[in-house]
């Protein structure tokens, strides 16, 4: 037997209405933006929203989960090697061992779990939104710019439609191959940006990991974004460096930001494609 209703359409529509901006509003000023919602960022954003951080996440596609829903060539299952196994240990991702310290997992299962445990920790989500460009005030990033991805995708003179901004007190460029928050300061020549390097499993797996860093004041790079930047060895479908990469860019700014103290412009540790 159905209940009656006591509601209408325009209740729904009002429910979805204020919870949205009730939220978007939360999402104006953060601790961290994390720009892209792949295995790298959503680590990333996990960490930092288990630590009490408050945590926002621009996704340009509806879904979350970027090239974590499938292996190579479109085979739904994940590789990683170790010590990455102990991150799905955390995350309570059944895999096998497929060889000694290669791991496998089932694409689907490992991606939703990262994307629901993401959520679960309090990380905030706007999805169909595009990065567009960063806020640099001071020779320090300090935060995005935003538009619906749909605008993005019509033509000028259907949608000359301005973007807005968000503030925060530290970004992360979890892009992928296109590294876009990097490609901005790149063409603007305030870094160097020299492309993805060739595959090296091996040698990609450690690099990318080593290089995950704070590469311009106000913002880190992790997971494939790092590989462009630095012109570092692609490792192909195997996700361990991702994981670790994004676990890496969190501890860096647990520090930073627990601390509140973000670096200035003329400190030399900051590794550097810094023109
Ligand atoms: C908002 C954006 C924008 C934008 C992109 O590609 P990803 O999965 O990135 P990583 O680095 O976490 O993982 C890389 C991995 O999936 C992979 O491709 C590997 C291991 N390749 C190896 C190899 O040899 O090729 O996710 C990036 C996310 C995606 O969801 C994009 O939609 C999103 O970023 N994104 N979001 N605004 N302008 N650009």
Not at 47 to 73: C, H, M, P, Q, T
Not at 145 to 150: C, D, E, G, L, S
Not at 161 to 189: F, M
Request: charged share 25%; with cysteine; net charge negative.
């Amino acid at each position: 037997m159905n209940t009656p209703c006591n509601f209408t359409e325009k209740d729904i529509t009002r429910a979805i209405a204020e919870s949205f901006f009730k939220s978007f509003n939360d999402c104006i000023e953060s601790d961290c933006i994390i720009v892209g919602g792949g295995p790298s960022g959503l680590i990333a954003a996990r960490d930092l929203a288990l630590a009490g951080k408050k945590i926002v996440i621009i996704e340009r596609n509806n879904y979350l989960g970027g090239g974590f829903w499938s292996g190579g060539y479109l085979m739904n299952k994940i590789t990683i090697k170790e010590p990455a196994q102990e991150i799905f240990e955390e995350l309570k991702i059944p895999f096998t061992e497929y060889k000694q310290g290669l791991y496998v997992a089932d694409a689907p299962l490992a991606c939703s779990t990262l994307i629901s445990e993401t959520a679960k920790a309090g990380a905030k989500i706007l999805n169909m939104t595009s990065f567009d460009d960063v806020v640099l005030r001071d020779k320090k990033i300090s935060g995005v710019v935003i538009n619906w991805t749909a605008i993005s995708h019509l033509p000028r003179s259907i949608a000359a439609l301005d973007p807005i901004a968000l503030e925060s007190k530290i970004i992360i460029d979890a892009t992928g191959h296109d590294a876009k928050v990097c490609g901005r300061l790149a063409e603007q020549g305030i870094i160097k940006m020299k492309g993805m390097g060739t595959m090296w499993v091996e040698e990609s797996e450690k690099v990318i990991v080593e290089y995950t860093d704070e590469i311009y004041p106000g913002l880190v790079i992790c997971g494939m974004a790092v590989s462009t930047v630095f012109g570092l060895p692609r490792m192909g479908p195997i996700f361990s460096s991702m994981l670790l990469s994004g676990k890496k860019a969190a501890g860096i700014i647990l520090d930073k930001v627990t601390k509140d103290e973000i670096r200035d412009t003329k400190d030399e540790n900051i590794k550097s494609s810094i023109v």
